[in-house]
């Protein structure tokens, strides 16, 4: 299904855990230096109110005195896991696109202001370059370097799941503990292969 | 070895192990995403990491934007001089920098700064090896930072797990590593273990495990079976591609062993992402590219 900007709230509350979206419209990418930047109160160079903020540190250069990405997959999300939930409840953030999932701090962000994990193919770099059609800027790129500066994207149908909706799911959650389960019953399986 | 011909060689290997997934690997990719169930989100994360192999391979662009550690293993003749193998392979990796084949991707641990080479301290690795003949050997490994995270080190008793000083400890081990990863190191994943050595060496021991042919057989029959074993009770996890459930939780594991002190049993294992970035070359005694190894 299409996810189009602008996203309102109404629009995020819809989706369902399982949905595979494609997104167009604008996403800012922020990583580590950004998240912990900007959760330490520092102003944002840009609007992130209902935003979607992509945990990715894109490979971008300059053609012809043009940006252009030549790679830009997701970046492992957890690591945010101690900013996110502020960044949602300050901004009103309505989507958080990265890999492998986050925490229960953020899924009650979710929850509590309307957001969704739309979880992107990990490693899929030239398949989500191409669904970046524009750059639109770049910000704290002298302090943060390339990889860690807030990228302007403009996207269009960028595919991704929604991993974590508002309705309290996740499927990371849903997963480890049937996972953890199932490793149970194999270490059981292997003690008594022992004896 | 001639500069003017060994750089151009090492750069024309970065470009390739950063851009194209060697066949043994894409072999298996293929494979399971047949496994897969239609319509299912597992095969739908599958389609795209197929069609994203193909794409960075005709663009000639990295397959994943994290370009990763640069983990050179290098063997050559008595006579093959390191330090101007470093400054090639230095320049080969500034210069790959400049173009995009990598990510400005080398931080300073202390201030942070970029300085957008991949040059510094431990940037790029080199592992030097003498080896028989006059040729040189060079393999690279691009592992990227994901996939680095979830790996982890276990030492043997741990009574978390239940797991002894034997086998089966060492399986539980292996496999609590997976079910701790989940999709965080862009699974499908494959394993490389180590069981013994030291802290360091274990852990060079389990990388080295991925410069084995996906395919390969291990020679050593218990390593065999631990292999398969882990292989199908991974997969029965349900973890799958990308932690979004499913059949293909691991794509290969290959484990390795050295001697341990009385004192010590580790287990080491590194987990490599489906982006599995590594190729080598067989270099003639001037530096050219005379045959590729995967």
Redesign the interface.
């Known amino acids: 299904m299409r996810l189009e900007a602008p996203f309102t709230e109404e629009k995020i509350r819809d989706l369902r855990v399982?949905d595979?979206v494609e997104i167009s419209g604008i996403v800012f990418t922020g990583r580590d230096?950004v998240h912990k930047y900007l959760h330490e109160g520092n102003p944002s160079p840009v609007d992130l109110t209902d935003a979607i903020i992509y945990h990715?540190?894109?490979?971008v250069?300059k053609e012809k005195n043009v940006w252009v990405v030549?790679?830009?997959?997701p970046?492992?999300s957890?690591r945010e896991e101690p900013h996110e939930a502020a960044l949602i409840e300050r901004y009103h953030l309505r989507g958080v696109i990265g890999?492998?999932?986050m925490g229960q701090k953020t899924l009650g962000a979710c929850q509590e202001h309307g957001c969704v994990y739309l979880?992107a193919?990990?490693?899929?770099?030239?398949?989500l370059?191409?669904k970046v059609v524009r750059v639109r800027g770049v910000h704290l790129m002298e302090r943060?370097?390339?990889?860690?500066a807030i990228w302007e994207f403009e996207v269009e149908g960028f595919?991704a799941?929604v991993?974590m909706d508002t309705h309290g799911n996740s499927?990371?959650k849903d997963?480890?503990a049937?996972?953890?389960a199932?490793?149970q019953e194999?270490?059981a399986?292997?003690?008594r292969?022992?004896v | 070895m001639d500069r003017r011909t060994l750089q151009p060689s090492l750069l024309e290997l970065i470009r390739r192990t950063s851009a194209e997934l060697p066949d043994d690997i894409a072999k298996v990719i293929r494979r399971s995403l047949r496994t897969e169930v239609p319509n299912s989100t597992a095969r739908y994360a599958m389609e795209v990491i197929q069609r994203n192999i193909a794409l960075a391979k005709k663009k000639g662009l990295p397959i994943c934007q994290d370009t990763g550690s640069i983990l050179f293993f290098v063997r050559g003749p008595l006579g093959l001089r390191q330090s101007r193998f470093r400054e090639a392979g230095d320049a080969a990796v500034a210069e790959a920098t400049r173009i995009g084949y990598l990510r400005q991707n080398s931080v300073d641990s202390i201030t942070g700064a970029n300085a957008g080479t991949n040059l510094g301290p431990g940037s790029p690795t080199y592992h030097f090896e003498q080896g028989p003949g006059g040729q040189t050997e060079v393999r690279l490994i691009l592992k990227g930072g994901g996939c680095e995270n979830v790996g982890t080190q276990y030492s043997l008793p741990d009574t978390r797990l239940g797991a002894d000083r034997d086998l089966a400890g060492v399986e539980k081990a292996i496999l609590d590593a997976v079910n701790q990863a989940q999709g965080k190191g862009c699974g499908p994943g494959i394993l490389g273990v180590a069981i013994g050595g030291d802290r360091a060496t274990g852990y060079l021991h389990s990388k080295e495990q991925f410069l084995r042919r996906l395919d390969d057989r291990n020679p050593n029959r218990v390593l065999a079976r631990l292999e398969r074993s882990v292989m199908a009770r991974a997969n029965s996890l349900g973890i799958g591609p990308m932690g979004f459930g499913g059949k293909t939780t691991l794509l290969g594991c290959k484990i390795g062993v050295l001697n341990r002190l009385p004192a010590s049993f580790f287990v080491s294992v590194s987990y490599m992402c489906w982006a599995y970035r590594r190729q080598g070359i067989v270099m003639d005694p001037r530096g050219r590219i005379r045959e590729w190894l995967y």
């Open positions: 399982g595979i230096a990715c540190g894109p490979v250069v030549k790679a830009a997959g970046t492992t957890i890999k492998g999932g979880h193919i990990g490693g899929a770099a030239q398949v370059a191409e943060f370097g390339s990889p860690e595919p799941v991993t499927i990371h997963l480890l049937a996972s953890t199932r490793l194999v270490f399986e292997i003690d292969e022992k």
